[in-house]
């Protein structure tokens, strides 16, 4: 069964107070995006990458990739104007074939081998493969004015990758309308009458999406490479 | 209206896979509490505070302050086998007045003085103010082998500081039993009857559980030393 990975970096860079979209910041001398594409191309060779970028990025992109002699086979598609846009580009790219693919924030450049694997083979056996965690903090259902305190345990934080049967997420995407869906490809194959299942993500791995995320993850870099020695 | 903050640091360092609780780790060459101490120490001089440790740490606490010149006016109490259990002893050390006291997490060394402010100001007002945050990413809801999406933007991540009047905070730790108490004292004043009031938190304001969380620590204080020169 073919298996395909759809690499969604549609951020503009705004949350970050810089210029750069935060996918191309710098990470140990690289971008972002670059760290989370070496990462999937060492899971297998065989595996079909797909990035999804938003147009005015595309020219950057191919000088990054000069500049870092980052020569790859990667089918580079532009994004819309959304999350759910660019994801639905990516997906109208891939065969129409009993295939699996892998949707993945090009901002979580931490995500690792072993989530990448578990996260296919999930897929493979349920239809679908959310990567997810355990609440970090107590949580409380906001009420008007107050709130009211919710049980955590009955919840997961849920990451990228979200893993599907390719013909099942691309008639989810087809079928479902942008205003049903939430953050998340999960939700779009909820709404389709998927069913979701949760394989166990990292807390690190994290999404950059604040100059400190960046920071963490230069420390937990840093703190890998010192264990690998 | 007196001030009263009850700093809980029960940690004995399990998750830190080190033998120093986490609560005494260095940060910047000091340990963790004691940042978390002068915050409060710097938001106002007519604070009182009070510090709950596990008895077997406080000669260890007593010496770091010598090493550190860390004198000052900390009444200390030991604590409990549980979270629950220490907050109730320090509880029971304040005077029986129509006061506010604040319970923060000793290894929240991040917390602002702005944030206690506005945390004493709201207690003042409206009985009670937890520091809460949006949710960074998406949740589902477990359901046996599978999960449902939840529209995240309904619930909080709650922090602390979690401030109350005094009297209403120690009755409710006199009533509810710590088997109705959640993972906060949020829960045990909601489980008494008290409306809970949440006040804006800051992302920065992490909880330092495990060592990546430590190096988070460093970067955000080295950024903001940074900002502030």
Known sequence: MNEYAIIVAGGSGSRMQTETPKQFLELQGKPVLMHTLEVFMSYASHLKLVLVLP?????????????????????????????YQSVKNGLMQLPQEDSLVAIH???????????IAESFAT????????AATPLKESIVEVAGDSARS?????F????TP????????????EQIDERHALTDDASVAEKFGLTIRLIAGSYENIKITTPEDLLLAESIMGTKKIRRS
Do not use: N
């Open 150 to 154: 919710i049980d955590r345990t009955r």
């Open 123 to 130: 897929a493979k056996a349920y239809g679908s493969a959310i």
């Open 156 to 159: 997961r934080s849920i990451q």
């Open 55 to 83: 147009e005015a990025s595309i020219p950057v992109w191919q000088d990054l990739c000069k500049m870092h002699s980052f020569h790859h086979p990667i089918h580079v598609v532009s994004g819309g104007k959304s999350r």
């Open 162 to 173: 979200q893993t599907f049967k390719t013909l099942l997420i691309r008639e989810a995407y």
């Open 105 to 115: 924030d090009g901002v979580r450049p931490l995500v690792t081998r072993g989530i």
